[in-house]
């Protein structure tokens, strides 16, 4: 992104999510001339009390809005005329990709098309244009128990949220070679953090472990992932939109790699000690499930290029991490119970739709 004029209109896709939102704040901090523009649905995941600290900063716009609606994305493009596209918006929970794929397929794909058409009209005009892309380690498939995924690794999608991510990616690249767009893609690893929707692993056994509910371990838990802290996404992100070269591909991954069992045990011992409870009380509720079908058993990046050109590596270890993001959902009781019942999704209305 290098249009020398200030101040830079940016458009944030997916804000009101967990990696988008700290994006969001990332961004407001560290570029106090730009200006937000947060793009969300408000799906299930969409959640603008993530947001409530900044909500009020001049520099920042909330609109709520659909990517997969073409009409919309088309006049939205036009009326603001953006520098540059940050594109998270994006249906992200694999479990729910087994049960409702078309889902996918129109927010993930068409939703993905969509902002790229748009996008051509305003890169016309604008030289500095960039579309930056956020995808995932999960479009390389499945890892044996040695070696990294790297950016020449081949797409070996094996779930049909890593078949409609695989396929965003396919199509930004595209736009690219035929169109000409200037894009970057990075694809990332599992990341946690406060504000995760408890779905995903690390958020949902916190959440049971604090209400003594059973911690669902897919199949014997022999499978890995490689861990990264929120905040480092952000700052990764930050980094590759400004610095990173136009028409690459950059992995970003926490050199971090945990079997989900491990992890599970972790958990339990760091909860015991936050509620004070005896060792091993948490540890009885690891319950053993029916495995998810099609079940990637390692992912691990190589962020080898990312540290080379760019210098970014992790700067949060996983014990600190773990401690905030535990800390986190224990002093955000409030959050979690709004999320957990539903409540959050009436926080636009209240804010927003008041007057
Ligand atoms: P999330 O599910 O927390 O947030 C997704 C956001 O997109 C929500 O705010 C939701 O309301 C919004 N959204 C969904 N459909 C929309 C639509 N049709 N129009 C507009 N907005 C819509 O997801 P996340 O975990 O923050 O992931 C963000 C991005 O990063 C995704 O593209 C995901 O594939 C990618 N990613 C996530 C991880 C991870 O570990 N969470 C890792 C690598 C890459
Ligand atoms: O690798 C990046 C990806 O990480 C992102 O692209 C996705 O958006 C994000 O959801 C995440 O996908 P995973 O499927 O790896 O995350 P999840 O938290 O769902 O699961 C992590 C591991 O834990 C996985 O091996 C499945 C397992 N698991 C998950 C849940 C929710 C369980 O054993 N039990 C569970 O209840």
Redo the contacts with the bound molecule.
Sequence with gaps: MDKKNSPKKILI????????SHLVRRLLTQHKDYQVFN?????Y???LENLKDIEEAPNYTFVK????DAGFVNDFFSQFNFDGVIH??????VDRSISDPVSFVR?NVL?TVNLLNASLQLAKNNTGFLFYH????EVFGSLGQEGLFNESTAYDPNSPYSAS?ASSDHFVRAYGETYGLPYIISN????YGPN??PE?LIPLFINNIIKNKPLPVYGDGDYTRDWLYVKDHAEAIDLVFHKGRKGETYNIGGFNEWKNIELTHLLCRLMDIKLGRKEGTSEKLITFVKDRPGHDLRYAIDASKINKELGWKPSVTFEEGLEKTIDWYFENQEWLGHVTSGDYLEYYKKQYQTQ
């Design positions: 896709t997916g804000g009101a999510g967990f990696i988008g793009l969300d649905a408000l799906t995941a969409g959640n809005g659909d990517i997969t998270l918006a994006a249906e992200s929970h927010t939703g956020i995808s995932t380690d991510k990332c690893s599992n990341n995760q929707f995903k």
